[in-house]
């Protein structure tokens, strides 16, 4: 009886794990057969490697390689072999304290369709892989150890040691440290690219820029890399004009030969240790890049708005932008980048590589149906007209018993704003906002953000008829607008 009794427990035991067994290997054909890859694109080849000819820089520089293939939902076409992606070198510039908030997206979106790039912060640091440049390193020790500018380079060395969190740094002079990147690293970049066959083009940007690869390399198409070109959306402070670090700047190969030239002639040594101290006294490398081109006789060609430092939220959507292609976006989150990444895709599964997007395009998908209605807890940045109630008026805000009656009955709702706006020409007012004892007018049309986290809520309309009418008025883009 015990035997039998064991007997029918031995094959019961046996039963559960023969169907136990049967289960995993279902789940795991279930898994190779129908879930999709958890990635969109193929492994890379290791990376292209060149041993820096600075000796103040004892690290290796890498110019990375990417060899992104088409995935069944992404690009009709590998989006680093389409023609002329392998004559540009990337450059994005970032800090250690971002590094692991920003530069993730990128190495899954932006980066898969670049064949060369370079990535450089204030700390040298490899991340899955990737190699991260200390833009600083060539600095000479005089500022490096001494200059109060270089306190957060010091501490995240400190940080980097001793394995410490670097996110908790920001802030902490980060601003101050920057500028000090921009000319070591394009030196650094510029040396490496003579190693590469075939470099004709410098493209910088920054973390929270967005770039539309199939833009960016259409527009290059109009140009001559044989040319001194520096190209940008134009900032001016004092007599210089320089182009906005943070929206993307656009360098060719003659430029980055010519600043090669006089540096190798003036001696190495004693360019940078000139141009440390012209950047120990300015506030922005974005500007001091822009003197020391100038010093080559190459001057700023602007080039906004097709490089320009909105988000699709914050532009003003108007003629300027209308039927120009849209390259970069600046202060854009991680997730911007991957929305716009995933249109850029759309896009050219649709189009293909040789028809630009323009910004109405963006505006089509990405706001048109946002602004269809009111929406509550937003500011949508209007501020051409702002009428503003005698208790909340400031010195500086128009007289409220100055106003007209409609103007002044416009702070006490919602819908008395909305009446204002109407009441103005057409051009005049296109959409509104309102918080109680407020009610701001705007003429160009601009989305904005949620305030719901905000201390002050706001309701914000548009004026929908005048907005068909305003799509109307530049419906077909004739023609694109290649250049600013």
Same mark, same amino acid.
């Given at each position: 009886?015990?035997?039998?009794?064991?007997?029918t427990?031995?094959?019961?035991?046996?039963?559960?794990?023969?169907?136990?067994?049967?289960?995993?290997?279902? %789940?795991?054909?279930?898994?190779?057969?129908?879930?999709?890859?958890?990635?969109?694109?193929?492994?890379?080849?290791?990376?292209l490697q060149?041993?820096?000819?600075?000796?103040?820089?004892?690290?290796?520089l890498?110019?990375?390689?990417?060899?992104?293939?088409?995935?069944?939902?992404s690009?009709?076409?590998?989006?680093?072999?389409?023609?002329g992606?392998d004559?540009?070198?990337? %450059?994005?510039?970032?800090?250690?304290?971002e590094?692991?908030?920003?530069?993730?997206?990128h190495?899954?979106?932006?980066?898969?369709?670049?064949?060369?790039?370079?990535?450089?912060?204030?700390?040298?640091?490899?991340?899955?892989?990737?190699p991260? #440049?200390?833009?600083?390193?060539?600095v000479?020790s005089?500022f490096?150890e001494?200059?109060?500018?270089?306190?957060l380079?010091?501490?995240?060395?400190?940080?980097?040691r001793e394995?410490q969190?670097?996110?908790?740094?920001k802030g902490?002079?980060?601003?101050?440290?920057?500028?000090?990147?921009f000319?070591?690293m394009?030196?650094?970049?510029f040396?490496?690219?003579?190693?590469?066959?075939?470099i004709?083009?410098?493209?910088?940007?920054?973390?929270?820029t967005?770039?539309?690869w199939?833009?960016?390399?259409?527009w290059?198409?109009?140009m001559?890399?044989?040319?001194?070109?520096?190209?940008?959306?134009?900032?001016?402070i004092?007599?210089?004009?320089?182009?906005?670090?943070g929206?993307?700047?656009?360098?060719?190969?003659?430029t980055?030969?010519?600043?090669?030239?006089?540096?190798?002639?003036m001696?190495?040594?004693?360019?940078?240790?000139?141009?440390?101290?012209?950047?120990s006294?300015?506030?922005?490398?974005?500007?001091?890049?822009?003197?020391?081109?100038?010093?080559v006789?190459?001057?700023?060609?602007?080039?906004?708005?097709?490089?320009?430092g909105e988000?699709?939220?914050?532009?003003? /959507?108007?003629?300027?932008? /209308?039927?120009?292609?849209?390259?970069?976006w #600046?202060?854009?989150?991680?997730?911007?980048?991957?929305?716009?990444f995933?249109?850029?895709?759309d896009?050219?599964d649709?189009?293909?590589?040789?028809e630009?997007? &323009?910004?109405? #395009?963006?505006?089509?998908?990405?706001?048109a149906?946002?602004?269809?209605?009111?929406?509550?807890?937003?500011?949508?940045?209007?501020?051409d007209?702002?009428?503003i109630?005698?208790?909340?008026?400031q010195?500086?805000?128009?007289?409220?018993?100055?106003?007209?009656?409609?103007?002044?009955a416009?702070?006490?709702?919602?819908?008395?704003?909305?009446?204002a706006?109407?009441r103005k020409?057409? /051009?005049?007012c296109?959409q509104?906002?309102?918080?109680?004892g407020?009610?701001?007018?705007?003429?160009d049309?601009?989305?904005g953000?949620?305030?719901?986290r905000?201390?002050?809520? /706001?309701?914000?309309?548009?004026?929908?008829?005048? &907005?068909?009418?305003?799509?109307?008025?530049?419906a077909?883009?004739?023609?694109?607008?290649?250049?600013?």
């Amino acid at each position: 009886m015990a035997a039998s009794s064991y007997m029918t427990c031995n094959r019961a035991t046996t039963a559960r794990v023969s169907i136990l067994f049967l289960l995993l290997v279902g %789940l795991f054909l279930f898994r190779d057969v129908w879930l999709p890859d958890s990635s969109s694109y193929k492994p890379r080849p290791p990376p292209l490697q060149a041993t820096s000819p600075d000796t103040k820089h004892a690290d290796t520089l890498q110019v990375h390689n990417s060899s992104a293939t088409k995935s069944a939902a992404s690009f009709s076409q590998s989006c680093a072999s389409v023609q002329g992606a392998d004559k540009v070198l990337v %450059l994005l510039k970032t800090g250690a304290t971002e590094l692991y908030q920003k530069l993730p997206t990128h190495v899954v979106t932006t980066f898969t369709c670049v064949p060369h790039y370079m990535v450089f912060s204030d700390l040298a640091q490899t991340f899955a892989g990737l190699p991260i #440049h200390d833009a600083v390193a060539p600095v000479s020790s005089h500022f490096r150890e001494h200059h109060g500018d270089f306190e957060l380079y010091r501490k995240l060395q400190q940080y980097q040691r001793e394995g410490q969190d670097m996110s908790n740094l920001k802030g902490d002079g980060g601003w101050n440290l920057d500028k000090w990147k921009f000319l070591p690293m394009l030196f650094q970049a510029f040396e490496q690219a003579e190693k590469l066959d075939g470099i004709e083009w410098f493209f910088v940007m920054e973390a929270d820029t967005s770039v539309s690869w199939t833009n960016l390399l259409q527009w290059l198409k109009t140009m001559d890399p044989k040319e001194p070109h520096y190209l940008g959306a134009q900032n001016v402070i004092g007599d210089t004009t320089f182009a906005h670090g943070g929206s993307g700047v656009v360098l060719s190969r003659r430029t980055a030969d010519l600043m090669l030239q006089r540096r190798d002639s003036m001696g190495k040594a004693a360019y940078d240790e000139k141009w440390e101290e012209e950047t120990s006294t300015s506030c922005c490398g974005d500007e001091i890049i822009a003197r020391a081109f100038k010093d080559v006789g190459v001057e700023l060609t602007p080039a906004w708005p097709l490089i320009q430092g909105e988000t699709v939220n914050s532009i003003d /959507w108007t003629e300027n932008h /209308w039927c120009t292609p849209a390259i970069t976006w #600046h202060h854009v989150s991680p997730l911007e980048v991957d929305l716009l990444f995933q249109f850029q895709s759309d896009w050219v599964d649709a189009h293909g590589w040789t028809e630009p997007y &323009l910004y109405h #395009h963006v505006f089509d998908h990405f706001i048109a149906r946002h602004v269809a209605v009111n929406r509550t807890k937003w500011n949508n940045i209007s501020k051409d007209q702002k009428f503003i109630s005698a208790s909340l008026a400031q010195a500086e805000d128009r007289d409220f018993y100055a106003l007209e009656e409609y103007e002044q009955a416009s702070v006490e709702s919602a819908e008395a704003c909305a009446e204002a706006c109407g009441r103005k020409g057409e /051009w005049e007012c296109l959409q509104w906002m309102f918080t109680p004892g407020r009610c701001y007018l705007g003429k160009d049309l601009r989305f904005g953000r949620s305030d719901e986290r905000e201390g002050e809520h /706001w309701v914000s309309g548009w004026v929908r008829e005048r &907005l068909e009418r305003f799509e109307e008025r530049f419906a077909g883009c004739k023609k694109v607008r290649w250049h600013g």
